[in-house]
């Protein structure tokens, strides 16, 4: 069993920025895709951002030129960085791997 634990959200003024880190607890199959996903409320959970095991992204149209991941192998950690955030970023932000295993959500809150 994996534990994937999220930090780094929070309340933001639009414009702003904000670094969400996903931390694995144990190491994880480098192989194994990475990814963001995000859920607002009344609406489905969409993926945000997604990064394979040779470090090729992917990004939702939405976001694009604005967030990047990453993830630091050594560290079992995958970022999220959020740049010139809007309010319709608002979400519970989640992170996953292989789709199999789940963080437990943190909140991205952006104010107009």
């Known amino acids: 069993q994996v534990q994937l634990v999220e930090s780094g959200g929070g309340l933001v003024q639009a414009g702003g920025s904000l670094k969400l880190s996903c931390v694995a607890s144990?190491?994880?199959?480098?192989?194994?895709?990475r990814a963001w996903y995000r859920q607002a409320p009344g609406k489905q959970r969409e993926q945000v951002a997604s990064i394979t095991s040779d470090d090729s992204t992917n990004y939702a149209d939405s976001v694009k030129g604005r967030f990047t991941i990453s993830r630091d192998n050594a560290k079992n950690t995958v970022y999220l960085e959020m740049n010139s955030l809007k309010p319709e970023d608002t979400a519970v932000y989640y992170c996953?791997?292989?789709?199999?295993?789940w963080g437990q959500g943190t909140q991205v809150t952006v104010s107009s």
């Open positions: 996953t791997i292989g789709g199999i295993y």
């Open positions: 144990r190491t994880i199959r480098s192989s194994w895709s």
